[in-house]
């Protein structure tokens, strides 16, 4: 007897047979009419239920339109805050978590997909990385990315045992995946892992012994940090004169004892070019914390910078400074050095340019504010130039006052300073405070849709806004 | 006046290219002078040649002129007056019609003013528009019998040539034959023959999918030949498939409505390029009858459709469905929006549905879609196939072009409430409730 399959199979080449679709007609519909559903064994496996409470309806449908790419940039904030709240993602939405998780953002994504997502995952290998598995389990079995988020983890709630297990497959490791592990102590660093950072420092991989030398720079109470502050502190002295301005008195280093190569001297590549010395001595401040030198003379950031300036060796001092206060993340130094660069011409020359957004990120938000809003906007000099590179380069919450500020300057359209500041407008709108977008909808003369600046801030601060409400609502 | 749709446009139109054309017209500033009253629709509209081509439509039976050379009818300028009174009815003033105008309406009532006295309603026909429609719909007959001939002329090539031609054969293979039947004012069949054109490779038995499809146009053919001998409703499948469409203004006049609520459980969006005209695919579940219906709505280009809606949403209304063997397609009598909506009421188990299904196919062999409502199933992935499963343990394949992660990870290993279409091969799942929670997949 001829089924629609077989008719398909002798079709399927060509056939002369003219009675064929008149076949087709008659097995063909009385096949799909009479389908017999195939019965179903095995399965049935169920997911637990959720212990954590759903996001909010609204809060979901807002997560559904930035996982079809509408304003997909705001996702990490999203994520950010539902996990914040303890929430977990509705489970249409995860195969498009999981998904997007693999490339991106996999450990803001892991805390919202709950049990659930566990369970899904579990039935997807390319989702293997989101499958609930013990912590050691992941650690020693997982893939290299799975492994650094299981560290992480560890590292967060148990800094010791995170060290344990990085040491206890130490050996067995390659430098590349060492060197990545050590990085993820930057959680939970304390003096307690000193020792065996210390030793870290005689490691045959470079990569190895950098990785070290950044954490143990954190540490004042290291041994390193110690053997630095000796080597350098004689070095750079204030020099009091009763005519003259105080100035400083700088020792360029010579040759560098093997213990001074150790501590990574000669390795350290720096950003800028300059003499072989002044080199070195660049490479000194920088693995040296600059909280130092104002805490052990009582002069302030500032002070040195100003006293610097008037210095010979400005170039390495600066340079060096730079890169020791992005590696500690000393904001009081990258404030110091930010407002040098805002006032002095030269300063530009000095730094490093390329690792300015990075000292940037380490300012506070009140002194950027009191910076910004202290500006004459009628002046086209450098200080309003560069306050506006230095609000695109800001990327962090925005306090209040500053929004106002800047909101109403662009409102004011007086001059050049306000044209640029509107040019840079729809950057502004992921960092200021989301619950003004009322406030900063109002007060553009007309329509403020008909420009397309204005109109792009407006819906990016509105779906911030409608993000933090949907998420505070109750669910 | 208001009841010009743009449906009706798109059936009145010879071909696509002069929807197309029509569209452009659609701007006001490409007309002179624009008017309407109760008994027509008129314009002057701007041409090539520098007097204005004038445009008339007779309201009362969809009578044309037009002034312009064009040898289409409807040309591009009935057309595209329709389409402007379609989308934006508030355009044209009501006024006292011009000369060429009355004149022209009163030439039309012509035969009807002769017997002056004998009071007729006025949308029983004059003996010369029956004649004059009865000779257009010969002739559209006669079209179409060609149409179809050739059709299957085609059909058998295919079936002599090989099914695994249709999986490497150019476009123009199937373009050319759709372009033929849309010649032959059969634009049902054209669409259904651009079906097969996706069919090769879209699965593993896909050379099963495509001869049915084409055994049922086959079937079509056949039907056609003996439309005399087929049972009423069946002559009415027969012709709206092939592309004979049914004026909603006599729909709505002539059948009874089916009270209920009304959940729109499903919405997909087709947009045709060459002529801008978009298609929106609603899919209703009443409460209280359970049965499906499925609402079209058209729309030119960012024009809105004439009912705003989307899935999820309920409404309490009457709906009148087109008539059929296995009725699905309907248009809304009145209606309005409910507040509240609610988890519809469907299928128990799988056996109870491929029933309903079976049941279904044999008052209308031709349905390829059947909507269906089921209540109590699981996911369930088996290797690399998806199973929809009830709680007897029966299961039925889900099309792996579907949803199916999402619907995976909604069910969890639980039963819900899926809506979905069936083709007899596998479930396509659009919409699925959880715990009373509508989900659009």
Redesign the interface.
Known sequence: MST??S???S????????S???S??RV??AE????????????????NPESRPRMP?KASRLLKRMLEGELADLLPEFLQEAAKRGYVA???T??GLLGLGRNKWPSLILPLIGE?GN??AA??PAWAYACKREPLDAWENGTRAERILALEQMRTTDPAQGREWVQSNWEIDSPKDRAAFLATFAIGLSMEDEPFLEACLDDKRQEVREAARRLLLRLEGSRFVQRMWARVKPLVRVRSSFLKKETLEVTLPEELEAAAKRDGMGEFALPKKMGEKAGRLAQMLALTPPALWSRDSGYSPDAWLARALTCEWKEPLLLGWQLAAIGTADADWAESLILLWMTKEEAESLLDMHALSTLVSLLRAERIEAWVTSIEPTLSDTRSTRAIALLEMYQQPWTANLSRWVIKSIQQQATIFHQRLLQALPDFARWMPPELADEFSQGWGDEPGSNKKIGAFLQILEFRNAIKSSLEEKS | MMSITAEEVKSLAPDPASLKAAQELTDVSRWVSLGANEAALWGECKGSVQEPYKVRIDLSNRGFACTCPSRKSPCKHVLGLMLLVSASPARLKETAPPAWVSEWLQKRAGPKSDRAGQAEPETAPSPAREKDAARRAARREKLATAGLETLDLW??DL???????AQSAPASFWEEQCARLVDAQLPGAARLVREMQEIPGISP?W??I???K???L??LIQAYRKLESLPELSRTDVRTLLGWTLHRKELLLSSPGLNDDWLVVAQTLEEDEKSGLRTQINWLWGKTNRKPAQLLLFAFKTKAFELNLWPGMALHGELVYFPGAYPLRAIFKDQRRLESAFVPAGFPN??AF?DA??TA??LN?WLEEFPVVLENV?M???ESNW?L?DDE?????VSPRS?C??????S???PLTVFGLWD??SFFPMAAW?NG?F?R?
């Open positions: 629609l399959k008719l398909a199979q079709a399927m080449l060509g056939s002369t047979d003219e064929l679709l008149a087709a007609v063909g519909i799909v009419g009479g389908y017999v559903p195939v019965a179903f064994t095995g399965g049935g496996e169920r997911c309806e509705p489970p249409e995860l195969p659930r369970w899904l039935h997807n | 059909l058998q079936i002599r040539q090989g099914l695994a031609f038995n050379a099963e495509l001869l049915l084409m055994a049922r086959h079937l799988l056996l491929l299904y079976a196919l044999s062999p699981t369930e992935k088996v199973l499963r343990n029966q299961a039925i394949p949803s992660w999402e619907l995976f990870a909604l969890g290993g639980h007899g091969f959880e929670r989900v997949l």
